[in-house]
């Protein structure tokens, strides 16, 4: 499981300073961001449903705490998309046509 986490915050972090070279490739990036953290609230809900808590590295998580973490994570998503579209903007600016 420690594998998955460092995979996501490797992708988050390479998505944020990768060159995004069309608006259809930062909506791609954006969709996928958010896409994976709601396949991930879902598994997390449906491990949730008929139980009290998720078991997560040998500790117990319940479902308060689950959410308040995904929402963290959503917000974290937002923040990696706003670098996406600032990053994609000075891009766009450098590489502007005189």
């Known amino acids: ?12 972090i390479v998505v944020v300073f990768i060159k995004q070279k069309s608006v259809a ?9 958010i896409a994976m953290t709601t396949a991930v609230l879902l598994l ?7 139980r009290r808590a998720l078991v997560f590295f040998n500790s117990a998580i319940d479902a308060q705490t689950f959410y308040r973490l ?10 990696c998309a706003v670098l996406v579209i600032r990053n994609y ?4 600016k450098v590489n502007a046509k005189k």
């Open 70 to 79: 995904m929402a963290a994570w959503y917000g974290a998503d937002i923040f």
């Open 25 to 33: 490739s930062v909506c791609i990036t954006i969709a996928l961001l």
């Open 1 to 12: 499981m420690t594998f998955i986490i460092l995979a996501v915050l490797t992708f988050l």
């Open 44 to 50: 997390g809900a449906d491990a949730l449903s008929g």
């Open 89 to 92: 903007i000075e891009y766009r």
